[in-house]
């Protein structure tokens, strides 16, 4: 079954640190890839998303990912974290680009400290 | 725009009983989603509604259901609560089916007891 990977559970940064996190997916066919997060006590919202094109993407709030279709990976970055990142994050892939559902990573809690 | 709004934001009921959510998208969208998100399993998909029609369902038992009416709301329905059924339920919306951007309401929060 395609399944969506995100391998850390729980990120602790320091503010101003750099942020990468994992995201892959089995399946080797067209894909549309999102990242989504979640603010404590806040609905899921769009970061990012990719369906062609530059396999570099960028976001809102300075974030961006990339796309490797060799390595089934789409990681989301920041170069700078602050504070106000803390959140939840979903990576989640529509797969064959067509009419199938989201299939959502179990998620990667980010805490930012002061 | 108005985004998603689902109503009841907040349930709780008893096992056995039944319970409807629903969900209106945005305006001019016709694709509505239906997600359960609980810690150990993260968002799981449970269908997809389009123009009246279910277009995709996810692997839960037949005591969940949904239908969406003409104005692209919709409501899900579980029947015979279960104390797993506890949740975050999240509706999304999108413009078309399929590849289309989603995006979510708040989500109801139901506890089973």
């Known amino acids: 079954a395609q399944s969506v990977s995100q391998h850390n559970h729980h990120v602790i940064l320091s503010e101003a640190a750099s942020l990468e996190l994992g995201c892959n997916y089995s399946y080797g066919g067209t894909v549309n890839l999102f990242w989504y997060v979640q603010y404590p006590g806040q609905h899921l919202q769009l970061l990012l998303k990719y369906f062609s094109g530059d396999p570099l993407v960028k976001g809102i709030k300075g974030f961006e990912a990339e796309f490797i279709k060799s390595k089934f990976s789409f990681n989301l970055r920041k170069p700078s974290v602050q504070w106000s990142d803390t959140a939840e994050y979903f990576c989640?892939?529509?797969?064959?680009?067509?009419?199938?559902?989201?299939?959502f990573g179990k998620g990667t809690r980010l805490s930012v400290i002061a | 725009k108005a985004g998603v709004t689902q109503t009841p934001r907040y349930l709780i009921k008893t096992r056995g009983q039944q319970v409807t959510l629903s969900c209106s998208p945005i305006s001019g969208h016709r694709s509505v989603s239906w997600y359960q998100q609980t810690p150990g399993q993260g968002l799981q998909f449970l269908f997809e509604y389009f123009s009246e029609t279910q277009r995709n369902k996810g692997n839960f038992p037949g005591r969940f259901s949904g239908r969406q009416f003409s104005n692209s709301r919709s409501e899900m329905n579980v029947s015979t609560l279960e104390l797993g059924d506890s949740a975050l339920y999240l509706c999304?919306?999108?413009?078309?089916?399929?590849?289309?951007?989603?995006?979510f309401g708040p989500g109801t929060r139901l506890l089973v007891l």
């Open positions: 999304a919306s999108g413009r078309t089916s399929g590849a289309e951007t989603q995006y």
């Open positions: 989640a892939v529509n797969f064959n680009s067509g009419n199938t559902p989201l299939v």
